[in-house]
């Protein structure tokens, strides 16, 4: 394998004879524009297959039969059978191109669908669709007529193993099944704030809130739920018999995020109808691309502040629960005052006094009287 690249690479350097096999000079430049391009699209993931056959069909329009596969591995440092490849799934597939790439089917996979039937196409973007991904192996099961485990089925199985192995698969389903759900709902969620978004941008309307709401609502309340889930562990009490559970830790990114889908799976908790725009665009589309970004370490879009006083909320799925007031906590005679809050954010900007800070009040969303309120736990 290594030989073949070599060789490939140095026919690439060496350059295609145009003039051998009669192609004009006005042919010749077309198609090193398109080596060129071809060059260009560097890493080959979803999409870019797509471009590439596309380019490698206008190739093949311009060159003379029988010379293809020889002036793609002298000008594409690829075989010829990768090409053939590429461009089978550009013609086959192309029906098919948006869902591939909304699921980010892997350049492999594309492949072994090229000359499947309709029906085994649709059964593997189902497979992608159900589990959240698709791998190579699903897609021969799928062609060669067996049954893909269902997700109850694997579920069966793992849970009736035993010992540590038994142990480790079945919480790796688990978490594997939470994990894909939760990305799910949060690009479900960022894809109708971001449509909502650049419609107004476009259009110069206002959002409106009753019209995005009702599916915004149900994304972000299901991500609520499983990020808190898969956020939550379990730990100690103080005398040993007893445990509690912890959560994600207060000050951390995460946290933030389990904090603003709270706030969204309620659409009157969100912002304001005069800074809701501004809202969305800077700070909850920046969150979620971060929390769905598929890079090893993405930036964090927003200041890291550290609050003076730690706390954490401690607040149900679907109930409303009182906050009390740091400055009675230790005051036996007297009520405790309540201390109303949305977020996380705010909860944290009214402890320290920070109510100025402008990226701060839009993810709190202060916004006077009508507030809910939420159970505070100093550490």
């Known amino acids: 394998m290594t030989n073949r690249k070599n060789a490939l690479a140095s026919s690439a350097r060496m350059g295609f004879d145009y003039a051998a096999y009669e192609i004009s000079p006005e042919i010749s430049a077309e198609l090193e ?32 039969d029988g010379t293809f596969g020889k002036w793609v591995e002298a000008r594409c440092n690829v075989t010829a059978r990768t090409a053939r490849n590429w461009r089978g799934v550009y ?99 960022l894809k109708i704030l971001s449509g909502a978004l650049a419609e107004a941008q476009t259009t110069g309307k206002k959002i409106k809130k009753s019209r995005i709401a009702p599916k915004a609502e149900v994304h972000a309340y299901h991500a609520y739920e499983l990020l808190s889930n898969l956020g939550t562990g379990v730990g100690p009490q103080g005398d040993g ?63 890291d502040e550290q609050p003076t006083v730690r706390m954490a909320i401690s607040a149900p799925s679907l109930d409303l629960v009182e906050i009390e007031d740091d400055d009675d906590v230790d005051d036996e005679n007297e009520e405790a005052e309540t201390l109303e809050a949305e977020t996380l954010s705010d909860i944290e900007n009214a402890a320290s006094g920070e109510t100025d800070d402008p990226v701060a009040a839009l993810l709190s969303g202060a916004r006077g009287p009508r507030r809910r309120k939420l159970e505070l736990v100093r550490d």
């Open 241 to 303: 018999k007893s445990t509690m559970k912890v959560g994600l830790p207060s000050a951390s990114r995460w946290k933030r995020v389990e904090a603003l889908l709270w706030r969204l799976r309620d659409s009157t908790n969100w912002a304001r109808a005069d800074s809701l725009e501004t809202w969305i665009g800077t700070i909850v589309i920046p969150m979620l691309s971060w929390a769905t970004s598929k890079e090893k370490s993405p930036a964090w879009p927003l200041p």
């Open 33 to 64: 524009a398109k080596a060129q391009s071809l060059a260009d699209l560097g890493r080959k993931e979803t999409d870019h297959v797509f471009q590439l056959g596309a380019l490698l069909e206008q190739v093949s329009a311009h060159i003379p």
């Open 91 to 189: 013609r086959n597939l192309g029906g098919y191109r948006d869902r591939a790439v909304e699921l980010a089917i892997g350049p492999t996979v594309l492949i072994q669908l090229i000359s499947a039937p309709t029906q085994k196409i649709e059964a593997a973007f189902a497979f992608a669709e159900d589990q959240g991904r698709i791998q190579v192996a699903d897609v021969k099961a799928i062609l060669a007529g067996d049954e893909v485990p269902s997700e109850s089925e694997t579920e069966i199985d793992v849970v009736d193993l035993g010992g540590v192995h038994g142990l480790k698969a079945m919480v790796e389903m688990r978490t594997r099944d939470s994990r894909t759900a939760l990305l799910r709902n949060l690009l479900g969620l």
